[in-house]
C-alpha cells in the first residue's frame, strides 16, 4: 500500500489543522491505521490509531481530548483532526498502515509508511 500524507501548514497556537492520509493499493480495510510524529532530536511517537473498520481509536495522552482519529474506507483515506494545537504539537506527522488485526502503538508494528507532513504551531 502506498500512503500520501497531506494537510499540513503553519497555524497559531489554539489553532486547528485536520490532516488526511491517502492510501492506495490493497484494500485498505485490511490494515490497522496509525499517525505518528517526529520533532527535531526526537524519536518518532506514537500519536493515535484507528482499527480496520473504526470501532477503537487510541491516542497517546499527551494528545487526547484534543486530537480525533477516523477513516473512511469508502475513500480510502484516514484522517486526524486536531483542535487545540500547542506549539510543543510542532512536528514532522506521519501515517502508517499495519497487517496487524490488533491496534499498535509502536513503530515497529507498522509495515508501510507516508512521506510525512510538517505541522508547525507558533506560540
Known amino acids: 500500500v502506498q500512503l500520501q500524507a497531506s494537510g499540513g501548514g503553519l497555524v497559531q497556537a489554539g489553532g486547528s489543522l485536520r490532516l488526511s492520509c491517502a492510501a492506495s493499493?490493497?484494500?485498505?480495510?485490511?490494515?490497522?491505521m496509525g499517525w505518528f510524529r517526529q520533532a527535531p532530536g526526537k524519536e518518532r511517537e506514537f500519536v493515535a490509531a484507528i482499527s480496520r473498520y473504526g470501532s477503537n481509536t487510541y491516542y497517546a495522552d499527551s494528545v487526547k481530548g484534543r486530537f480525533t482519529i477516523s477513516r473512511d474506507n469508502a475513500k480510502n483515506t484516514v484522517y486526524l483532526q486536531m483542535n487545540s494545537l500547542k506549539p510543543e504539537d510542532t512536528a514532522v506527522y506521519y501515517c502508517?498502515?499495519?497487517?496487524?488485526?490488533?491496534?499498535?502503538?509502536?513503530?515497529?508494528?507498522?509495515?508501510?509508511w507516508g512521506q510525512g507532513t510538517q505541522v508547525t504551531v507558533s506560540s
Open positions: 493499493g490493497r484494500t485498505f480495510s485490511s490494515y490497522v
Open positions: 502508517a498502515a499495519s497487517n496487524s488485526v490488533r491496534v499498535l502503538t509502536t513503530t515497529g508494528n507498522y509495515d508501510y
